[in-house]
């Protein structure tokens, strides 16, 4: 998937999260970091390719990348599997509360919003032909369907016509069916 797919698929899984569960209090600006750590996590998996678009973002992010990538194996390796995941939810969680000093945020909902955001990733990963190692170390790719050739090719035709407008279609239904939500938790901070 297309870093632009996986940017949407991000923010389509927090909406989702939002809509489906309770009401939470945070402030505006918590709010708006969640939401940047969530599309920074919607990316990160990636991280093990030089040229991905979290490092294009990044102010000498290529070079960065570039250090990185063979440390992480190669493209779809350890950041696409359980044990990956694993990982960055603790690396994430370590790097958040040691900023938590300098950015007043509540910072369990800031790594929410990227857990969902990393999470989003590998759910989109899987429908994609090279599928993802899941059980890494276990040299085996997952993929979903099982079988190949139903599977989507990386920012192919199928890509770009079924599932980025189906995201967008999805999302728009969550607001319609739930514009109250929004309606008040855009009432907690207009006082
Ligand atoms: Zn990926």
Redesign the pocket.
């Known amino acids: 998937?297309t870093g632009r797919t996986?940017d949407l698929a991000a923010f389509t899984a927090l909406n989702y999260i939002f809509v489906t569960q309770p009401l939470i209090h945070t402030s505006l600006a918590t709010a708006f970091v969640a939401v940047g750590a969530n599309l920074i996590g919607g990316l990160t998996?990636?991280i093990d390719?030089p040229t991905a678009d979290l490092w294009n973002r990044l102010p000498a992010g290529s070079i960065i990348g570039r250090i990185l990538s063979p440390i992480l194996g190669s493209?779809?390796m350890i950041?696409?599997s359980i044990l990956g995941t694993l990982f960055f939810a603790f690396v994430s969680r370590f790097i958040l509360e040691h900023v938590k000093s300098i950015l007043i945020v509540d910072m369990n909902v800031v790594w929410f919003g990227f857990m969902i955001g990393f999470l989003s990733?590998?759910v989109?990963?899987l429908f994609?032909k090279e599928g993802?190692p899941l059980f890494f170390p276990i040299p085996i790719k997952i993929g979903f369907p099982p079988l190949h050739f139903l599977r989507l090719q990386t920012g192919g035709i199928g890509e770009k016509s079924i599932i980025f407008p189906g995201l967008m279609v999805f999302n728009g239904y969550l607001i319609y069916q739930h514009y109250h939500k929004y309606l008040e938790f855009l009432k907690m901070y207009i006082k």
């Open positions: 998937m996986h998996p990636d390719q493209h779809r950041s696409h990733h590998l989109m990963d994609t993802i």
